[in-house]
């Protein structure tokens, strides 16, 4: 048993040396054979060094049949070597043909399609046209790299002049959005070289007042799973400030798409507000049965005007728990993403003023723009359109 092992070692590595001395890459008798490289280059140096004692027991059997592979291999390389030159003065021909006899000789398809051809290694072909290899590769490289390099870096400033708070990752996203191959690992080495620091953003200030004898509601959408728009909607107030006085902003997103589909702006927190954006959010969406709004416990989501209003429309009711700001988790998330990228950015000189750009923040820049992580990097709008996200 062990001897016939021995003897199946032998020939298996007998074959891949013949491979080998054929002219076949390494890495194609690797990945055939299931052999480490490593091994095969070993086997291959053992066998030309002393053939017998890579062979132990094979006597004059084998030195013959090395004479013979080593034939055989310098056959099929003068073989490989003629038909490549063969094809590249026919390439050059019809060049000089197509030019004129004093036409500068250029580069053409057929002889990039010669150098692709099957069984013809890199060291070969560097060897019979007397170029080195790294020569070799940059006539095959299309692009200066510094170019590419610069146009990559001017992209990459562009998107950090218009979103502050992006991160590489999110730029990396936009690059292979406007179609650029680029991995966020070379995104991130280039904003570091070139000292491209995210916006951080300031800690957020809770604003909820649940010190009311309202009637509050379970807290239904900590049992949900989400597989379209318009099964759950989150709502959330917040307060921006100006020079002389605040204004206070309702909200209401679909928890599944984050996209803002109701608010509203005022100089009040009333009730009145939060039903103004509601307004808003049931005039432009399609009510689904079993439809869910989700809010914290604040006296303007408790309210008997909203309530009833959703009563109305038949949507279920759900509020978080009492200091648990994390149960209403998309909302505060989302009121990071405004005030960093927006408030905290701008000067805002009256009511209009402040309507006007945040406005314009929520429907454009925030709806059709800004890259989601959450949505595979995706604007909301854009991930929206995707006839799943309907089911």
Known sequence: MELSRRSFT??????AIRLLESGQPVGRVARDLEVSPNALHRW???YRANPTAAFPGMGKAIVADSREAELERKIGQLTMENDFLKKALRCFEEQRRREGANGAIRSTPQIEE???APMLPT???CEWARVSRAGFYRFRRRSDPRATDMETRDLIHKIALAHPVYG???????LRRQGHAVNHKRVLRMMRQDNLLCVRRRKFVLTTDSRHSLAVYPNLAREMTLSGI???WVADLTYVRLRWEFMYLAVILDAHSRRVIGWALDRTWQAELAVAALRMALSCRRIRRGLVHHSDQGMQYASHDYTSLLEARGISISMSRRGTPWDNARAEAFMKTLKSEEVYRSEYRDLEDVRSQIGRFLETVYNRQRLHSALGYQPPASFERQPEVHA
């Open 10 to 15: 032998r020939e298996f590595k007998l074959s």
């Open 44 to 46: 291959r140096q053992e």
């Open 114 to 116: 010669a150098m692709k």
């Open 123 to 125: 060291d070969g072909l």
């Open 168 to 174: 590489y990752r999110r730029i990396a996203a936009e």
């Open 230 to 232: 318009d099964q759950l």
